[in-house]
Each structure stands twice: as structure tokens, then as C-alpha cells.
């Protein structure tokens, strides 16, 4: 048994049901054909963190001490990695890495990375995310250098009516009326000239997926949990048995 | 914030993907508009805990060092309660639960209550379950004194070619052909005159719903996921603000 190997801490609760969808996305990106060959997991889904969005915009409490204690369980519970499903939550990484002293993966690197290698340098990304991974400039300023990525955003309007409520819908379980909000401003960005959708809110592929979505889409979760999974597999195979 | 306030520690990975259906059911559980009106959940998902059927077989290890070692994280990450979405595993329970020093909730006798509230006492449940759960008695053996509940098994020949293959398949992630090996078990269940199928495995209720099952069915891991959400809320309700 190497169950002290590996172990993947998922700082989680942003939301309750974007965190499942990452533990899902690690299962379905692990070659197992039974429980014990899959990848060891600890996850800290405590949702009493103050809204991400809010606290960008002035509005709110800052999230950073809630998200800090309970990256802090994860340190507790013996993770040797610790990722974060949620895009907004990032803007607070500078503060959250050092606090918590264990590695991390960053889930906007790896959608990043993900395009590059998808869509090659030079390609038009239309982005999907709450208002603070927008003005915030989170995606546009870590795109690496000379991959020339273009970016187009939504509209201001297609903000506050479709995307915003959207993610609202998803966080209070409303899938249908969640996919009613955020599918037209999807469509408007590919009727913009975008080549791939970029799901840059760890709500949104719970209710636009690469079946359902007007273009191809890069689905951050997806790419986060894949490295996640080859992380902990690696950690696994550097050991003599 | 009340972030330290009713943390439910979830034991899982046996196996993974029932772990997620687990939380699921504890989100579908919540009356929450927004994140921070969902119950804090700590999870420790390590699937390196040898098979429970096997052991209780006689033909492979014990599962309780792991099981223990895997509990001892949730403790450590500040979890109030523990809960276990693996029935089989509660073969385990009475040196388990000692060991980890913390409340926990039985999901056996969350299945049973429902069982005798939903269909009155005398009723007549069909069980699926894994062979150790069938064999050990697990389920007639907590049956509340006085319901009257009767029971009724699956043969060995639909335990060794449908039941065990089909949550065999569950864990490999191959839900169509687990649905095709465990729905004709349901089937022979109901022609027998059950009146409800208790779904006794936390792997079975990714294939066999209430919507497409023969018979009404009892979902263990819904009935615990009730329990865990309303042991949480009270938490929370019980403390001045």
C-alpha cells in the first residue's frame, strides 16, 4: 500500500458542486480498473468562504484568511500537493502558496497550456469567467510568452445578465436556467471570431460542455485535474516498491 | 463565518466515483442558494484500502489499517463527524469507529430507517449488495427490532455473474455495462414480490436510479447524505451567532 504517496489536496467549496466536478474529472483521467488503482485524495470543501467576485470589486470581505484555514486542513490531513477548482480564488495565489508551504498547481497555467498545445500560437480564445477573472486581467496576463494568444472577452451587458447570473444559477443548483444564461454569450463570442472557448469559471462546464457548446472548448477543470492525476502518479512510480 | 462549525468528514474512496455521488447527494440535501449556505465537508478519498469483500472472504488483507489511517486524516482536518459511503466496509465498524475517537453515523441503519418510514413495517425489501454485505448478514442483522422487515436475497448464481461483475464495472467506470448486469438482479428481485429494492452499495445507485429501477428504491447513500447534512445544520443552528 503507498497510500501516504501522492496524495492530492483539494482545496475546495468554491463551489460545493465545481469541487465534485474536478474529483470526477481526476477519476475519469486515471487508467483504474479498480478503487485502489486510483489516485489518493484529500479535499477541504468548506464553503464559508467569502464571495470571491465581492471582495475583488470592493464589496466584500476578503476571502484569504477562510481560504488560508482551510488549505491548512489539507496540510493537516497529509496532502504533498494542494490544487484549487476554482479560477476567481486565484487572484489571491500570491498570498495563498507561500501561507499554506506545500507545492500547488496553477489552474490558469494549465488551461493556458492546455490552448497552446490545442489551438498553437496565435489563436483566438473566447473567455468564460466571473467579472473578477475579467477585470482582473487573470487570464490575458499569464498567457506565455510568445504564444501570441488573442483574447475576446464578453460584453459589459452580456456580463451582468448572462454570465454573472449564470454562475449564480449553477452555485444554487439551477442547471437549466443556468445554461439558458451563459449558452448565448457563448455563442456571441464565436460569432465574434473566436476559435476555442475558454471555461475560465469552474461553474460553467457543469452546464456548457465540449458536446453542448457552440466551439471547442478548453475546460479548466479538466486540464487541472489532468495534471493533478499525472502529478500524484509520478510521485507513485519515483518510489522503489 | 462558522467555518469551524459541523464539519463532516467523509471516510471514502471505496470507491472513488461513489465517494462523489455521495457529496452529491449531501449538496441535493441542502437548502442553499450560495456556496456559503452549503455544509462543510472534508473528505479523505484515498482508494488504497484493500478490497472489503475479499477479506471478509478470507482471501486478502484487512481493509482497518487503512481504513483507520484514512479516518485519522479526517480527524486531523477538523471533521466533527465521520460518515463512511461504503457499505461493506461497516463489517469494520465496531473496531473503526473506537479508533478514530469521533461521532459517526451508521449508513445501514440510515438505509433501515427509511425503509421501515417509507414502507411501513412487515415490508418486503430485495437488497443488493456485495457478497460480504449479503453474507455477513449486515442488513437483517441491524434490522430495527419490532419492523418486521423481510427480506429478500439475490441467488448465488446473480451474485457471482450480475451483482459482483456489475460493481465491478462501477469501479472500472464502465456504467453501461454495470446497469446491463446489475437491472436484470432488480428485475428477478421485483417477480419475487419485493416491494422496494434497498440499493446496499454505494457503486449501485450510479447505475440503478429511482427513475429506472423496477421497484421504488432505498438509497443508502441518500439516506446518509440526509443524516450528514441534518447532523451539520444542527451543528450550526445550535451555536449564537
Not at 16 to 26: E, S
Not at 66 to 90: E, K, Q
Not at 198 to 207: F, H, K, R, S
Request: net charge negative.
Amino acid at each position: 500500500m503507498s497510500e501516504g504517496l501522492g496524495v492530492v489536496g483539494v482545496l475546495g467549496g468554491m463551489g460545493p458542486l465545481a469541487t465534485i466536478d474536478f474529483m470526477r474529472k481526476m477519476i475519469e483521467a486515471t487508467p483504474a480498473a479498480s478503487d485502489q488503482e486510483h489516485v489518493p485524495v484529500v479535499v477541504s470543501s468548506i464553503p464559508q468562504v467569502a464571495d470571491r467576485t465581492a471582495a475583488f470589486r470592493g464589496e466584500g470581505d476578503s476571502p484569504l484568511a477562510a481560504m488560508v484555514a482551510s488549505g491548512r486542513r489539507l496540510v493537516d490531513a497529509g496532502a504533498g500537493l494542494v490544487v484549487m477548482p476554482c479560477n476567481t480564488a486565484h487572484l489571491w495565489w500570491d498570498a495563498l502558496a507561500p501561507a499554506l508551504g506545500l507545492p500547488m498547481l496553477h489552474l490558469v497555467d494549465a488551461a493556458l497550456a492546455e490552448g497552446v498545445e490545442r489551438f498553437g500560437a496565435g489563436a483566438r480564445l473566447g473567455l468564460l469567467a466571473t467579472d473578477a477573472t475579467i477585470a482582473s486581467g487573470l487570464y490575458p496576463n499569464r498567457t506565455p510568452a510568445g504564444s501570441g494568444l488573442q483574447w475576446l472577452l464578453p460584453t459589459a451587458a452580456e456580463m451582468l445578465q448572462g454570465v454573472m447570473p449564470g454562475i449564480a444559477a449553477v452555485k444554487a443548483g439551477d442547471l437549466t436556467a443556468a445554461r439558458g444564461l451563459l449558452l448565448p454569450v457563448a455563442e456571441a463570442l464565436a460569432r465574434r471570431g473566436a476559435q476555442a472557448l475558454v471555461l475560465g469559471c469552474t461553474e460553467i462546464p457543469l452546464v456548457i460542455t465540449a458536446a453542448g457548446a457552440p466551439l471547442p472548448v478548453i475546460d479548466a477543470t479538466q486540464a487541472l485535474a489532468r495534471r493533478a492525476v499525472a502529478w500524484s502518479l509520478a510521485q507513485r512510480s519515483a518510489v522503489p516498491a
